[in-house]
């Protein structure tokens, strides 16, 4: 990928994701950065490649390593995340009260 | 990296975007989350059936032990603690953009293929890398208030030499391609990162953690222009804008400027009133059994709580309390400071895992016009949210924030241990003030007591 291409892509995507997060309310921001923080360890598609390109073991090791740390930062995100959005609800008209 | 892994990049990139686009309503959330996680799931399919992997030994054994103990941490943690979870997950993936950019890195230089761009982009990232893992390890153990240390007097110096290494090692990478430059950087990164979070705490704190945020994307945008992959760049560059945002609200909220958060963490007291003239002689005191009086002919009901209901892990109890009033056909409300809690928007997490509505939980811009004509407003661990000096004194060290305007509703019920301060270690003018009534004691106690009190009229 040419250099400017990607500096283009990193400017486009920077100002989308200002666009997209200025919406979001602050009753949700934490799950949005405990969501955002998921996404953020699209590292791991880096890290596969290291840890399975097979160059060095030294590498490999390195890999591994950060195969782990990026798996622990995508899986529990997004679970943690999920757990969090399910305890937001809107108030039921039941019997028990209008909370 | 053939077209389809390209393609399949992109399928991932659009579902990060769209995933992040319904995170801006609490009812389309719940299905943004889960594109965002399909997305990450295709990316690491593509990747893995991508022939620039040979052996997957490794592999497997990183995303099982990965997976189990992100797994674990997730449905463990208690809505407390998030804030202390989301540090470490934020250092873990700052780690692992470090180990990536220099596994690549230093192939790259056994292959004697190591362009400037390439080099300076493996600099970037694991300098980024590098302090967002100990920034957000310190952060860690601050929040878990293992540490109350704020380091020495000349850590500023430390800072600053620190920072200016790590520009002279990043191009000494550039210059001469040698691995020895590269390991020196993390370690003089990662030390950076313990000497600029290390003084940071109390109410900076969310502050932190929306910039560690903001920074684990950028490494990873940094990797990704070290290995030439477009999706590290898009996803990285969404997650480094949503932080840098939620760091400028956490900012505003607290009127405090970042280079201030981040070079001047302890805001002097100044010189205003000491807290005997403030509150000598003035404030009253009241118990459970005239609160719930008062609550009785109450037609609306604000109950704005602080960081210190969740240390007195008091939701349940204010929801319980909240049902009763409603019941009894007051309308009841929560008013929300941005700042309240350990990280943006921690309160309303607590306050939803206590069942209560998110349609209840009011914007401090929304429910300041309200306060007028509400009867009761009941204060349960906040204090600086809440002082009106920050309208009224210009010299006061909080001169400027935004507060929740409590003190306009009828009477307000302050619930707090003492009339100790808050973390801006000035007295609060609205304990001594006509219409208020301090009730001392535990939070979730007190409002328990209350609720009592409530039945039995």
Known sequence: ??????????????????????????????????????????????????????????????GFAAVTLAMINVVGGFMVTHRMLGMFRRSKTSKTGDL | MDDWTILGYLVAAV????????????????RGNQLSATGM?????????????????????GLVLGAAVGAVLAVKVRMTAMPE??????????????????????????????????????????????????GSLIAFIKLREMLRWTGFAGM???????????????????????????????AVAALLGVVAVLPIGGADMPVVIALLNSLSGLAAVAAGFVLDNSLLIIAGSLVGASGLILTQIMCVAMNRSLPAVLFNPAPSA???????????????????????????????????PGYGLAVAQAQHAVRDLARRLEERGSDVVFGIHPVAGRMPGHMNVLLAEAEISYERLV????????????DVTIVIGANDVVNPVARTDPNSPIAGMPILDVDKSGVVVVIKRSLSPGFAGIPNPLFASDNSLMLFGDGRQAVVDITKALQEI
């Open chain 1, 1 to 62: 990928m040419d250099l400017l291409v990607a500096l283009t892509l990193l400017m486009l995507a920077v100002f989308l994701g200002i666009e997209l997060i200025t919406k979001v309310p602050p009753t949700l921001h934490t799950p949005l950065m405990s969501g955002s923080n998921a996404i953020s360890g699209i590292t791991i598609v880096g890290a596969l490649v290291a840890a399975g390109a097979d160059h060095s073991t030294f590498a490999t090791i390195l």
């Open chain 2, 15 to 30: 579902l990060f975007i769209v995933g992040l686009k319904r995170l801006s309503r609490p009812r389309t959330a719940v």
């Open chain 2, 41 to 61: 799931l295709i990316a690491v399919v593509v990747t893995l059936t991508d022939n620039a992997i040979l052996s997957f030994e490794w592999i497997i054994a």
């Open chain 2, 85 to 134: 979870l989301v540090a470490l997950f934020n250092g873990f993936g700052g780690g692992a953009s470090v180990l990536v950019a220099a596994a690549s890195y230093l192939e790259a230089v056994d292959l004697q293929d190591d362009p400037a761009r390439m080099t300076g982009a493996a600099a970037l990232a694991v300098l980024i890398g590098a302090v967002t893992l100990t």
């Open chain 2, 156 to 186: 500023r110096v430390i800072t600053i030499g620190a920072t200016v290494v790590t520009a002279v090692l990043t191009v000494l990478m550039i210059v001469d391609s040698s691995s020895q430059w590269l390991w020196l950087l993390v």
């Open chain 2, 270 to 304: 100044g010189d205003g009133p000491s807290a005997d003239d403030v509150y000598a002689g003035k404030v009253r005191s009241t118990s459970a059994d005239d609160v719930a009086m008062l609550l009785e002919s109450a037609e609306r009901v604000a109950i704005v």
């Open chain 2, 363 to 374: 914007e401090m811009d929304n429910i300041n016009p309200t306060f007028e004509q509400t």
